[in-house]
């Protein structure tokens, strides 16, 4: 598997390579985008909901605005030719932004012309720790809990129960035994299976993640000084191993680990784990961190990502900074994002404000720490003029403990160690949060701050000062001035579906099934009674067939379901697999109160999975999202085995492209974040309908609605076991032709590699379409001669040599590199030094009417030298006419079954009307007439008409003794008698016919 170090040693070779001297790396960079005219508005409208509308409202509009803003700037790079200049990473959908990687300054310059872009910046590691320093102990235990009289307020019942707070550091060691048992545990998440199990599209993310090495591990590894250890401890350690430090013993932490090992970090990593955290549940952040002396164009980026937080209803505390005795004066001295303005707006403060408020550190003879950064700081950066320098913003908002202070240490279980900082000062202010919030869920940020502000012990001068802010926290006089929640708060919480009844009972929605809904709801005030809801959709293919649901009393601070009362729904069997479907619900209780809420249901939402096809000589890896050998290539620890031939895995990633345009080209890349989305499992098969092995799945390209299917075919016997077959079927689900279609199939074959130095050599002949590679050490650590070719339909490929046009230095594997590959624009056919090479094979370019499918079949073939690679390409060539005679395996015709009732509502029969026939599988399409199955259901999912032995005409009763009558025609017409004994209400008429599956409501009036 090679490593990224590897580019450095290859670098020099590139322009001897290609006559190419680019060797400029790729700088990671950020771009904030403008935000659209109405914005104001709508955030306003936010801000005045309850939780946890405000929450799902804020993200809502949050992402929908970035995938616009993302398309514009995509289009505006392209009509500015900057394309082969820039790689967009992701979305920043909290302050509307987005990461990319970029050539050189020059395209930060171009990018801040573009119209749709507010700034652009790199993005280096310009965030650092709130630096500690070691005292000694002053008490044996965490002083600064007792000071601010947090004891008092747990002997009253408030420990920060059931608030999250959300750690944003250099990770947790979530094995201290003061801290495992308040560790966050993501809900949806199994840990260590190295699977994506919610689908929120991190991997094994059970504590929160590492945002600044891109991992699932938020491991404090921060040596020696275990800065966040310390803060979460200080929030919420419960003092098994002797002292008590955390000032919310019962809140949880989510690890949140966006700072490395030497205490920096990016404003992408903190933006990813600030987003993360409003995501899963966080209602309050701890951010010992800051940028120092910041400049307008970082101010100018986190204010808005701050106002973006306050807007989905979450505080910050966020330290002042370290740099009171640095020499660096007002209006400089308070970091960013500390330097925002703070939710409650002090007397002749303005109105734009944010979730931010600022902590500076006290010792413990109640005097401002030395170290500790003063205000007032000030706002006139162009985007920002509200707080001009005199007399700016007063900073910081409030004072905590932060001198000596005692907590869990990282590099142990059961170790505590003494630091100071405004850090220290942080979590106290967190820590108090939570616990206010314990008392009443239902506080606004603004809420909350005005009483830490308004109830601090002051210090300094009267009023707000720059040196203690509003003074020093006191949790006790703020819990007590916390007003108890006089209302009940209900939403939104959680959904689960259930198919076994009316589908094929996989949990998942499919296509043409009918589902019960089960949704959770949560109270955060007080106890409700006579609580119920209705759901409803603006998606037309899709019909709720029991919309309301009743759930009874809701206690404070329980989640109910309403686990014997779901709703019921009925899904198209003509909507596209991967539609994400708006569930609108409005909650009631019998007090008169109402709530609206929305949340999405997915069709097809199947998750990300991989399986091994194998035939005892070939392994390969496939996946149900496009991608072949490993799960993600970009992870290391990723899995998969590749493509093994010999005993030896040749292969670290690959698979299907489609081009649609010279930017618009979709992959399986990324594993999670691949383009493309799966819509069913794997399926694997032994003996196939074609091959004695065989692996199916489906997955889509949701942007341009295409379906794929996937087949994968391999054989047992000597003379075929040498190569897997993959057919692609590619169907336009648009209503309109998609026309200059090319698909591409990429394979990274990495052979060997020796102390940084690589022995490989590839070639391709354009005459029989095929490419491969091979081992030149000698004598060759690794014989094999490995590569694909294009069988269906005539194409042609191309060598790619990585460090040039696949890695982030040289052109840069962006869309248009990998568009010019499948095109034919970029062509290579020789490799004639050793280096690091790939393969891709293309076919195109096709158009697709609507509603039409195209086949496009890959093989990737091994033998012992090129004669033997050679003849075993003929061999798969030879299986093409097999592979296309069943290409219709596994694919399902669209709109094929057709169901009609009538008379309906009806009072003594109906007329069930159905088609009998169905598409073949064989190449000629003939009909083959089908019989159908069909049941019908009551809203409970008791069958009320089931039958034996197969045949519709046989009705058996669902009661003994009851007999229901039903005749049927040879034209697929029943009549259906309801037996006597069944009552008036609604029915489901349940039809199958091989894969499809249609449900109809009728209405039964006896």
Request: overall charge negative; aromatic content about 10%.
């Given at each position: 598997m090679k490593l990224l170090r590897y580019i450095i040693l290859l670098i020099i070779l590139i322009g001897l390579a290609f006559g190419t001297t680019d060797n400029v790396y790729w700088k990671q960079g950020i771009v904030c985008f403008r935000r659209p005219s109405e914005w104001d508005n709508a955030v306003q409208t936010i801000r005045l909901l309850p939780q946890p509308n405000r929450r799902h409202k804020a993200i809502a509009l949050f992402k929908i605005t970035n995938r616009q803003f993302l398309n514009i700037f995509r289009s505006q790079i392209e009509q500015a030719g900057l394309s082969s200049s820039i790689k967009i990473e992701n979305g920043l959908w909290l302050g509307n932004g987005a990461q990319i990687l970029y050539r050189n300054d020059a395209v930060i310059q171009n990018l801040s012309q573009l119209d749709c872009v507010k700034l652009a910046f790199e993005d280096i590691e310009g965030f650092t720790i709130s630096n500690t320093f070691a005292d000694v102990d002053i008490l044996d235990t965490a002083w600064g809990v007792s000071r601010i009289v947090a004891p008092s307020c747990w002997s009253g019942g408030f420990r920060g129960q059931n608030i999250i707070v959300g750690v944003l550091d250099s990770g947790v060691r979530y094995t201290h035994n003061d801290l495992v048992a308040n560790m966050w545990h993501n809900p949806g998440e199994i840990a260590n299976n190295g699977a994506d199990d919610d689908g929120n599209g991190y991997v094994d993310d059970y504590y929160g993640y590492d945002f600044y090495n891109g991992d699932s591990d938020p491991m404090d590894d921060y040596s020696g000084v275990y800065h966040g250890t310390h803060c979460s401890g200080t929030v919420a350690g419960d003092g098994t191993s002797g002292t008590q430090t955390g000032v919310a013993p019962s809140a949880k932490i989510m690890a949140l680990k966006v700072m490395g090992s030497s205490g920096t970090g990016t404003a992408s990593a903190l933006v990813n784990g600030i987003q993360y955290a409003i995501e899963n549940g966080a209602s309050v952040l701890s951010m010992s961190l800051g940028w120092p002396n910041p400049d307008n164009t970082i101010k100018n980026y986190m204010r808005p990502v701050m106002e973006d937080l306050l807007t989905a209803g979450l505080v910050a505390a966020v330290a002042a900074g370290n740099e009171g005795d640095d020499g660096i004066s007002a209006p400089q001295c308070i970091d960013s994002p500390g330097d925002c303005p703070s939710p409650f707006a002090?007397?002749?403060?303005?109105?734009?404000?944010?979730?931010?408020?600022?902590?500076?550190?006290?010792?413990?003879?109640?005097?401002?720490?030395?170290?500790?950064?003063?205000?007032?700081?000030?706002?006139?950066?162009?985007?920002?003029?509200?707080?001009?320098?005199?007399?700016?913003?007063?900073?910081?908002?409030?004072?905590?403990?932060?001198?000596?202070?005692?907590?869990?240490?990282?590099?142990?279980?059961?170790?505590?160690?003494?630091?100071?900082?405004?850090?220290?000062?942080?979590?106290?202010?967190?820590?108090?949060?939570?616990?206010?919030?314990?008392?009443?869920?239902?506080?606004?940020?603004?809420?909350?701050?005005?009483?830490?502000?308004?109830?601090?012990?002051?210090?300094?001068?009267?009023?707000?000062?720059?040196?203690?802010?509003?003074?020093?926290?006191?949790?006790?006089?703020?819990?007590?001035?916390?007003?108890?929640?006089?209302?009940?708060?209900?939403?939104?919480?959680?959904?689960?579906?259930?198919?076994?009844?009316?589908?094929?009972?996989?949990?998942?929605?499919?296509?043409?099934?009918?589902?019960?809904?089960?949704?959770?709801?949560?109270?955060?005030?007080?106890?409700?009674?006579?609580?119920?809801?209705?759901?409803?959709?603006?998606?037309?293919?899709?019909?709720?067939?029991?919309?309301?649901?009743?759930?009874?009393?809701?206690?404070?601070?329980?989640?109910?379901?309403?686990?014997?009362?779901?709703?019921?729904?009925?899904?198209?069997?003509?909507?596209?697999?991967?539609?994400?479907?708006?569930?609108?619900?409005?909650?009631?209780?019998?007090?008169?109160?109402?709530?609206?809420?929305?949340?999405?249901?997915?069709?097809?939402?199947?998750?990300?999975?991989?399986?091994?096809?194998?035939?005892?000589?070939?392994?390969?890896?496939?996946?149900?999202?496009?991608?072949?050998?490993?799960?993600?290539?970009?992870?290391?620890?990723?899995?998969?085995?590749?493509?093994i031939y010999g005993g030896y895995n040749y292969l670290y990633g690959g698979g299907l492209f489609i081009g649609f345009g010279y930017d618009d080209v979709s992959t399986g890349e990324n594993g999670n974040n691949s383009d493309f989305s799966p819509i069913t499992s794997i399926d694997l098969c032994s003996p196939g309908s074609a091959a004695d092995n065989e692996a199916y799945c489906s997955f889509t390209d949701q942007n341009t609605r295409v379906r794929i299917d996937l087949k994968a075919l391999a054989w047992n016997s000597s003379s075929n076991s040498d190569f897997v077959i993959l057919r692609y079927i590619l169907t336009n689900l648009t209503s309109s032709t998609l026309s200059g279609i090319y698909t591409g199939f990429y394979l990274d074959f990495d052979i060997h590699n020796e102390s940084g130095t690589w022995f490989d050599r590839a070639l391709w002949n354009d005459v029989e379409n095929y490419g491969y590679m091979w081992d030149t050490y000698s004598p060759p650590a690794h014989p094999a001669y490995v590569g694909l070719v294009v069988l269906q339909p005539t194409g042609i490929g191309s060598i790619i040599h990585n460090p040039t046009y696949v890695y982030p230095s040289g052109m840069g594997w962006t869309d248009?590199?990998?568009?010019?590959?499948?095109?034919?624009?970029?062509?290579?056919?020789?490799?004639?030094?050793?280096?690091?090479?790939?393969?891709?094979?293309?076919?195109?370019?096709?158009?697709?009417?609507?509603?039409?499918?195209?086949?496009?079949?890959?093989?990737?073939?091994?033998?012992?030298?090129?004669?033997?690679?050679?003849?075993?390409?003929?061999?798969?060539?030879?299986?093409?006419?097999?592979?296309?005679?069943?290409?219709?395996?596994?694919?399902?015709?669209?709109?094929?079954?057709?169901?009609?009732?009538?008379?309906?509502?009806?009072?003594?029969?109906?007329?069930?009307?159905?088609?009998?026939?169905?598409?073949?599988?064989?190449?000629?399409?003939?009909?083959?007439?089908?019989?159908?199955?069909?049941?019908?259901?009551?809203?409970?999912?008791?069958?009320?008409?089931?039958?034996?032995?197969?045949?519709?005409?046989?009705?058996?009763?669902?009661?003994?003794?009851?007999?229901?009558?039903?005749?049927?025609?040879?034209?697929?017409?029943?009549?259906?008698?309801?037996?006597?004994?069944?009552?008036?209400?609604?029915?489901l008429v349940h039809v199958s016919l091989q894969r499809q599956t249609i449900v109809k409501r009728i209405i039964y009036l006896k």
């Open positions: 002090q007397s002749g403060e303005g109105s734009n404000r944010t979730a931010v408020i600022t902590v500076g550190a006290t010792g413990y003879t109640e005097t401002v720490a030395g170290f500790s950064s003063f205000g007032p700081t000030q706002w006139n950066t162009g985007d920002y003029s509200d707080y001009p320098y005199p007399s700016g913003l007063m900073k910081p908002d409030i004072c905590a403990p932060g001198v000596s202070i005692t907590s869990t240490y990282g590099g142990g279980d059961d170790g505590y160690t003494t630091s100071s900082g405004t850090s220290m000062a942080t979590p106290h202010l967190a820590g108090a949060l939570a616990v206010i919030l314990s008392k009443n869920p239902a506080l606004t940020p603004k809420e909350l701050d005005s009483l830490v502000q308004t109830t601090a012990l002051e210090l300094g001068d009267a009023g707000k000062d720059s040196l203690y802010g509003s003074g020093r926290l006191n949790l006790y006089n703020a819990l007590v001035a916390a007003p108890e929640p006089n209302y009940p708060i209900i939403g939104y919480s959680s959904n689960r579906i259930d198919d076994t009844d009316w589908g094929n009972g996989n949990i998942i929605i499919d296509p043409g099934e009918s589902f019960k809904l089960f949704v959770s709801l949560e109270n955060t005030g007080l106890d409700a009674t006579g609580v119920g809801a209705i759901i409803s959709t603006d998606e037309s293919g899709v019909s709720i067939t029991v919309h309301s649901g009743t759930y009874g009393s809701i206690g404070r601070g329980e989640t109910v379901e309403d686990s014997t009362d779901p709703f019921i729904l009925d899904v198209s069997s003509s909507i596209m697999p991967g539609e994400n479907i708006p569930i609108y619900i409005q909650i009631t209780d019998d007090s008169g109160n109402v709530w609206n809420d929305t949340f999405e249901i997915t069709v097809s939402n199947y998750p990300h999975r991989i399986e091994d096809i194998a035939n005892g000589t070939i392994t390969l890896t496939v996946s149900n999202f496009g991608e072949v050998g490993f799960f993600d290539p970009t992870n290391s620890s990723s899995g998969g085995s590749g493509f248009s590199v990998k568009y010019n590959f499948i095109d034919g624009s970029f062509h290579l056919t020789t490799a004639d030094s050793n280096d690091d090479w790939s393969l891709i094979g293309a076919a195109g370019s096709v158009d697709i009417p609507a509603g039409a499918a195209d086949t496009f079949v890959y093989a990737i073939v091994a033998g012992d030298d090129s004669a033997d690679f050679a003849t075993n390409v003929g061999t798969a060539q030879a299986h093409l006419f097999e592979v296309l005679s069943t290409e219709k395996d596994n694919y399902i015709e669209p709109t094929v079954l057709s169901l009609d009732v009538h008379p309906n509502p009806f009072n003594s029969s109906c007329k069930i009307t159905m088609n009998l026939w169905e598409r073949s599988p064989d190449l000629d399409y003939r009909d083959r007439e089908v019989s159908p199955t069909i049941e019908i259901f009551d809203l409970r999912g008791n069958v009320v008409t089931p039958y034996s032995d197969g045949n519709p005409s046989s009705f058996v009763p669902l009661i003994k003794g009851d007999r229901g009558d039903a005749e049927a025609s040879a034209q697929g017409v029943y009549i259906w008698t309801p037996a006597q004994t069944i009552s008036s209400g609604i029915y």
